[in-house]
């Protein structure tokens, strides 16, 4: 089975939609608790705390099941997921009707950070072809690790790797404990995963990925000389890109859209107004957000560009009329508010 079906099935399955009435709530899926995920909701988690708009932060197994939370899980507004998830989602929607089931009405709320492709091996492992053979844990299929560390392998054609379907929290000491010989983990440099200084540079470090045939799918990277204590030297890698989602909630459908439309219009204006914050206070990731980098094939929420209006107000402030469910759909109008937004800053 490709991968590209294991992910559609899995899309298919993780969740059903919530049924029933429940108090109003708001949420963001992130990731493991050691991730760069978490440390991204619990920053914007702040935001909203400091308004008086509390929003929970549920950990998960990465990507996909964010995507799926999105889509299905009542009460959860917000979820972190890789741009290679979104990049194949929208490549196999047009002829496969269970992803069209499972991208529809999902949206974009921002585009975020680069998150560095770590593979921590053994230091007899110098190349990504000497994965060959291996005992490699390469994440659990809900995961992005798993889709990307997939890819990566059947790209390079290191078909003979024996792929362990174990999260890196996991991974991690039954690498040191030499149950397997590497894994994958794919998270934004610096990752807490690799501090306290556990890991032996004398015994592992982290694999260059400069393989051509990745540079059509992935960016390239670098991790720079001390990311990690047991890292002396730069490490060039590749990256792909953390993207906020949300979904095109309808103000006209019931009161649960309402709320929910106007959660992302306040977390939209909230993150705007204090993203010179974030950059200075928040996870070092914050530093290099570029919202302007929107992945191809994906629209901008309504509800978020609501929250872009240089007049809106969060509900911790003056309340505003919520915005019309009808406006443009068009990126156009969020590259216009943002270059307004960016102007008043």
Not at 14 to 33: D, H, K, L, V, Y
Not at 110 to 123: G, Q, R, S, T
Not at 319 to 343: F, I, M, T
Request: proline content about 5%; overall charge neutral; glycine content about 8%.
């Amino acid at each position: 089975m490709t991968v590209i079906r294991l992910l559609a099935l899995s899309i298919a399955l993780i969740w059903s939609a919530a049924t029933g009435a429940a108090a109003f709530e708001r949420n963001i899926m992130t990731g493991g608790p050691q991730g760069t995920y978490i440390k991204i909701g619990r920053d914007i988690a702040a935001l909203g705390e400091k308004c008086g708009l509390p929003l929970t932060v549920v950990e998960s197994a990465g990507s996909l099941e964010n995507f799926v939370g999105v889509r299905n899980r009542r009460n959860t507004q917000f979820g972190i997921v890789q741009s290679d998830v979104l990049e194949y989602l929208k490549t196999f929607e047009a002829n496969d009707p269970e992803v069209q089931q499972a991208v529809r009405g999902v949206r974009i709320m921002f585009p975020l950070y680069n998150e560095e492709i770590h593979v921590l091996a053994k230091k007899d492992i110098a190349t990504m072809k000497d994965l060959a053979g291996r005992k490699v844990a390469i994440g659990v299929k809900d995961s992005g690790t798993f889709l990307t560390a997939s890819l990566i392998l059947d790209i390079l054609q290191v078909t003979d790797a024996v792929r362990v379907p174990d999260n890196p929290d996991v991974a991690l000491p039954k690498l040191l404990s030499g149950e397997i010989d590497a894994f994958f983990y794919v998270a934004g440099a610096p990752a807490a995963l690799f501090g306290g200084g556990a890991i032996d540079g004398n015994r592992f470090h982290l694999v260059p990925i400069t393989e051509a045939p990745l540079l059509a799918t992935y960016t390239p990277s670098r991790i720079e000389a001390g990311t990690y204590s047991f890292q002396q030297t730069p490490v060039d890698v590749i990256a792909v890109k953390a993207v906020m989602m949300t979904y095109d909630y309808d103000l006209k459908r019931n009161a649960y859209h309402r709320e929910s439309c106007r959660t992302v219009s306040d977390f939209s204006s909230l993150i705007l107004n204090n993203l010179e914050g974030l950059k200075q206070t928040g996870h070092p990731k914050w530093k290099t957000v570029d919202l302007t980098a929107l992945p191809p094939g994906w629209q901008v929420g309504v509800c978020v560009k609501a929250g872009m209006a240089l007049d809106y107000k969060p509900a911790c402030a003056a309340p505003v009329p919520a915005a019309d469910g009808g406006a443009d759909d068009s990126n156009e109008e969020y590259l216009n508010l943002l270059k307004q937004r960016l102007k008043q800053q």
